[in-house]
Structures are given as structure tokens and as C-alpha cells.
């Protein structure tokens, strides 16, 4: 019997996106992939056209994909189309990151993650943080089949259980094992700042980073925020 994988969108077509894409459509998913116009403007490479990947505007990704790969930059977050992703598993593989990104309003507080924002825009979807800690040099080059040695690891985040054992279908079909980091709040231990962020690493290195995050410079600064909130901070 032949599996019918769902069909995944991806909203952003810049090197990040189309990796995505490549890993997606290389492991039997159909692909379509939108950048933040026309469809005309993206320009997927000839083998991932050749596996069935097709471009799309946004809305239509947003309406025929069964799951959704944010991989835009994450100050384009309120232009993602909200009444199509309603119901949808949709992955956030963006990240604030202020370098680059600068001050961008309601990613500042240390305490919420950037996916809590996120989610704010999409209250409807199924939202899950992966993919969004390792490089897209590195996604591309790592993927490898399971049980292969030397795999490398993705850390999801979720407060919807099945769409997080979904997502991490997903990412073991993609190439890498599959680490459960907690709900969406805890997805702040792989942003920037931290020490899973931009690592290659195997599920048991990636878990002890994770487990490491107090002593990361995300987590020194939340536990600043916490203490500067004083007793009646929840502390979560």
C-alpha cells in the first residue's frame, strides 16, 4: 500500500525555504512553496521542481498545504495568512533575532518566547517550534536516513501533543532525529542565545544543551526578568 504524506507548504522561498523544500520533497512529501509576492518570483531549483515541488502564492500554500513551514523572517509574521492556517499544523522555523532583525515590538520580553508572539497571530493553528536552530547549510548537508550513525538532532516544541508527534514525523522523514524540548514556551531554549542555536549535534548532545539553557545568555536574562518581577512572578 503506497502512503499518502500530506501536502506541505512553505511560506518564505529565500536559501532557508528552499532547503526546507528539498528536504520535504526528497522525502516523498508534496511541496508547495510561496515567497511573499508573486508566485512568478520563485525560483525553486530543477531538482526540487523535478521531485514535484511547485510555487504558490502564499494564500494558495496556506490553503492546500496540510502542514505549513513558517521560513520567513520573522518581522513578515503578521502578513502569514490566518483564516487558511486555521485548524493546520503549522511549524515556526523563524527566529527573532535582534542583530538582525532589530528592535521588532512584542519580541523584546525575555520571558515569552518568539513563537507565544507567533502564536498570537494564529491563535487557530496548531503551532509547533522546529526547525528553526540549525543552519540551512547544515540542514541540507546532515540529513541522513534513520538509524544511520553520526544523525543529527531538531528540537520541537509544542503544546499540542499530536501535532508535535506529527512535526516529529516530519523531521525524522527530513533526516534528523526528532527531541522533544516541551511545550511552546519551552521552544525559547533553542533561539538565539542559547546554546542549541546554530549547533550540529547528535539527540544526546542537543538534549544536554537544552537541559543546559539557565546558564545561556537567553536563559541568564530571563532569569533577570524573573527576579526583577519579584514573589509574584509564576516562575514558569
Same mark, same amino acid.
Given at each position: 500500500?503506497?502512503?499518502?504524506?500530506? &501536502?506541505?507548504?512553505? !511560506?518564505?522561498?529565500?536559501? #532557508?525555504?528552499?532547503?526546507?523544500?528539498?528536504?520535504?520533497?526528497?522525502?516523498?512529501?508534496? /511541496?508547495?512553496?510561496?515567497?511573499?509576492? @508573486?508566485?512568478?518570483?520563485?525560483?525553486?531549483?530543477?531538482?526540487?521542481?523535478?521531485?514535484?515541488?511547485?510555487?504558490?502564492?502564499?494564500?494558495?500554500?496556506?490553503?492546500?498545504?496540510?502542514? &505549513? %513551514?513558517?521560513?520567513?523572517?520573522?518581522? $513578515?509574521?503578521?502578513?502569514?495568512? /490566518?483564516?487558511? !492556517?486555521?485548524? $493546520?499544523?503549522?511549524?515556526?522555523?523563524?527566529?527573532?533575532?535582534?542583530?538582525?532583525?532589530?528592535?521588532?515590538?512584542? #519580541?523584546?520580553?525575555?520571558?515569552?518566547?518568539?513563537?507565544? /508572539?507567533?502564536?498570537?497571530?494564529?491563535?487557530?493553528?496548531?503551532?509547533? $517550534?522546529?526547525?528553526?536552530?540549525?543552519?540551512?547549510?547544515?540542514?541540507?548537508?546532515?540529513?541522513?536516513?534513520?538509524?544511520?550513525?553520526?544523525? $543529527?538532532? %531538531?528540537?520541537?516544541?509544542?503544546?499540542?501533543?499530536?501535532?508535535?508527534?506529527? &512535526?516529529?514525523?516530519?523531521?525524522?522523514?527530513?533526516? #534528523? @532525529?526528532? &527531541? %522533544?524540548?516541551?511545550?511552546?514556551?519551552?521552544?525559547?531554549? !533553542?533561539?538565539?542565545?542559547?546554546?542549541?542555536?546554530?549547533?550540529?549535534?547528535?539527540?544526546?548532545?542537543?538534549?544536554?544543551?537544552?537541559?543546559?539553557?539557565?546558564?545561556?545568555?537567553?536563559?541568564?536574562?530571563?532569569?533577570?526578568?524573573?527576579?526583577?518581577?519579584?514573589?509574584?512572578?509564576?516562575?514558569?
Amino acid at each position: 500500500m503506497i502512503e499518502v504524506r500530506p &501536502v506541505i507548504g512553505i !511560506l518564505g522561498a529565500g536559501r #532557508f525555504g528552499v532547503v526546507v523544500a528539498r528536504l520535504a520533497a526528497r522525502a516523498g512529501y508534496p /511541496v508547495v512553496v510561496a515567497a511573499s509576492g @508573486d508566485s512568478t518570483r520563485v525560483a525553486l531549483p530543477s531538482d526540487v521542481l523535478a521531485r514535484g515541488a511547485r510555487p504558490a502564492t502564499a494564500a494558495e500554500a496556506a490553503e492546500r498545504a496540510e502542514i &505549513v %513551514i513558517l521560513a520567513l523572517p520573522i518581522g $513578515k509574521h503578521r502578513a502569514i495568512p /490566518v483564516a487558511p !492556517l486555521a485548524g $493546520k499544523i503549522v511549524i515556526d522555523a523563524m527566529n527573532y533575532w535582534w542583530e538582525s532583525d532589530g528592535l521588532l515590538a512584542g #519580541f523584546t520580553d525575555p520571558l515569552v518566547s518568539s513563537s507565544e /508572539v507567533v502564536r498570537e497571530h494564529l491563535p487557530a493553528s496548531r503551532l509547533v $517550534k522546529a526547525l528553526n536552530h540549525m543552519s540551512a547549510k547544515d540542514l541540507e548537508q546532515e540529513a541522513r536516513p534513520s538509524g544511520r550513525d553520526g544523525r $543529527k538532532a %531538531i528540537g520541537i516544541a509544542a503544546d499540542d501533543e499530536d501535532a508535535r508527534d506529527v &512535526v516529529a514525523r516530519v523531521v525524522d522523514d527530513f533526516g #534528523f @532525529d526528532p &527531541v %522533544i524540548v516541551g511545550r511552546l514556551a519551552d521552544g525559547v531554549r !533553542l533561539e538565539p542565545g542559547t546554546e542549541p542555536f546554530g549547533a550540529d549535534v547528535d539527540a544526546h548532545e542537543l538534549r544536554a544543551m537544552i537541559d543546559g539553557f539557565p546558564n545561556s545568555q537567553r536563559g541568564r536574562r530571563r532569569a533577570a526578568a524573573l527576579a526583577a518581577r519579584g514573589p509574584l512572578s509564576d516562575g514558569g
